[in-house]
């Protein structure tokens, strides 16, 4: 919708539907056209206007053009004429969500498909798509974290970030979970970390990873985050048992070590005293399967507050959809009343 002029469309893709009425019109044309002929081929002219010499076809073309004018009305009135803007300030209230995600080369890894990075990033995807109240961050770890977005509400800012995630995007190899969630807490919530007085829980972390830390203390950082009125909601992607190849992401190839193929299992155990360790939070041990993390989410989130996120300046109109939709009622009206037979035969 375009805001700030006098006149604008609600949902501006249906005013192509206009184009059906003139559509109309020219089969309409053809049918009569079609009709006539069809006529010429059974009879002569004398026996054809004795047959049909009662029937107009002036009417016939007006009733036409009142049903292709009937239906372009439609499309405006499903396009949804808007007028009369009033500037107002509205007050939006939501959640704040930072996706942490690992994208570590063992995020790679081919037991989810296309893998575990992919994957996760369609979850995420689904999520977003679903909580448009809420602002949301991305942040990218591996050995090293990167904001990769801050808290936002503009979604294509957003999409833009996570498509390009990759394992390229942390400067640094390994996995370092604690680090990425004191970044998240410090860098993007912007919280004090001895700032003991904590809100109502109305952050998240959405942690995605395969959980193979390596000694960054993510236990003492997910309590810390809780402390601070930040829930860690932990989701283990990958095979937990034996655990799956890790490919290049040069050649596709196994990566080798010491003459063997490197393979990376899911850490459940460690990621669910993670998120044990915050006020609230949930490990999900997706592990091979997949998850409605959208739904999940919203379940998670059913009864919990919500927190001013600030106020933005938008443009209120008045809907005027009703006024070519009860024209093209009263077109369809008309043609229905208008008889194909000429006047006074």
């Keep these: 919708m375009t805001g700030g002029l006098p006149f604008a469309l609600g949902d501006p893709e249906w005013v192509h539907a206009v184009w059906a009425a003139p559509v109309l019109l020219l089969v309409f ?19 054809l206007d004795a047959i049909a010499g009662s029937f107009s076809v002036r009417k016939r073309w007006i009733r036409g053009g009142l049903v292709s004018f009937a239906v ?11 007028t009369d803007p009033v500037p107002v300030e509205v007050e939006q209230h939501g959640r704040d ?10 995020m790679l ?10 994957r996760s990033k369609l979850w995420i995807s689904d999520l977003v798509e679903d909580r448009p109240g809420d602002r949301v961050g991305l942040v990218a770890f591996a050995g090293a974290s990167v904001v990769a977005c801050p808290l936002t509400h503009d979604r294509t800012f957003f999409d833009l970030a996570l498509d390009e995630l990759t394992p390229r995007s942390a ?38 990873t395969d959980g193979e ?18 829930r860690v909601i932990a989701i283990g992607v990958g095979d937990s048992g034996a655990g799956s190849f890790v490919p290049d992401p040069e050649t596709g190839q196994p990566i080798t070590h010491d003459g063997r193929p490197v393979r990376s299992s899911m850490d459940a155990s460690g990621l669910a005293e993670i998120a044990g360790a915050s006020a609230g939070g949930v490990m999900l041990n997706v592990g091979t399967g997949t998850i409605r993390l959208d739904e999940v989410y919203r379940d998670l ?28 009622l009263a077109l369809l009206v008309v043609e229905a009343l208008v008889s194909d037979r000429r006047w006074g035969r």
């Design 301 to 328: 989130t059913a009864n919990e507050p919500t927190r001013a996120l600030g106020s933005v300046d938008t443009v209120r109109y008045t809907e005027r959809f009703w006024i070519p939709l009860l024209g093209a």
């Design 109 to 118: 890894a081919r037991d989810l498909a296309p893998n575990r990075l992919e």
């Design 171 to 208: 400067p640094i190899g390994g996995t370092f979970i604690g680090d990425a969630i004191r970044k998240t807490i410090s860098d993007v919530f912007e919280i004090d970390p001895d700032d003991t007085d904590a809100a109502r829980i109305t952050r998240d972390i959405i942690l995605i």
């Design 29 to 47: 044309a053809w049918s009569i056209r079609a009709s006539r002929r069809a006529l010429e081929r059974f009879a002569d002219r004398g026996m």
């Design 72 to 82: 372009g009305l439609l499309a405006i009135a499903i396009a949804r004429p808007l």
């Design 213 to 230: 830390d390596q000694d960054s203390f993510p236990i003492e950082a997910a309590s810390a985050a809780g402390r601070v009125g930040v």
């Design 97 to 106: 969500i930072v996706f942490v995600v690992d994208v570590s080369r063992s």
